[in-house]
């Protein structure tokens, strides 16, 4: 088993940045590859980014290239990965979810990923 805790939503105006945590507990974190997705109101889950098991590899949705940036906390005893999102827009507003497997392919799917976190809100005011 792997638990997951998200942590970092809030509130913030159009523009600004927030970085979210996901920290895991369990299995050998540093096994997993890790990703992000959101789910804004009335819309279904929808792929944010991932890294690969060892941080060294990631992957992004289309409209978040060039603003989000996924990445593994470089000491494997913290166990957690990091969500930075820069240049927030309103349509940016969900409840993002931190996800974990084995395989890289399939954290990037929503129906797929074996551990999900529970979620954290971030709001974005025009």
């Known amino acids: 088993q792997v638990q997951l805790v998200e942590s970092g939503g809030g509130l913030v105006q159009a523009g600004g940045s927030l970085r979210l945590s996901c920290a895991a507990s369990g299995r050998t974190f540093s096994n997993y590859a890790m990703g992000w997705f959101r789910q804004a109101p009335g819309k279904e889950r929808e792929f944010v980014a991932a890294v690969n098991w060892s941080g060294g590899i990631t992957y992004y949705a289309d409209s978040e290239k060039g603003r989000f940036t996924i990445s593994k906390a470089r000491d494997n005893a913290k166990n957690t990965v990091y969500l930075q999102m820069n240049r927030l827009k309103p349509e940016d507003t969900a409840d993002y979810y931190c996800?974990?497997?084995?395989?890289?392919?399939?954290?990037?799917?929503?129906?797929?990923?074996?551990?999900w976190g529970q979620g954290t809100q971030v709001t974005v005011s025009s």
């Open positions: 996800a974990a497997d084995l395989s890289v392919q399939q954290v990037q799917a929503v129906n797929t990923p074996d551990y």
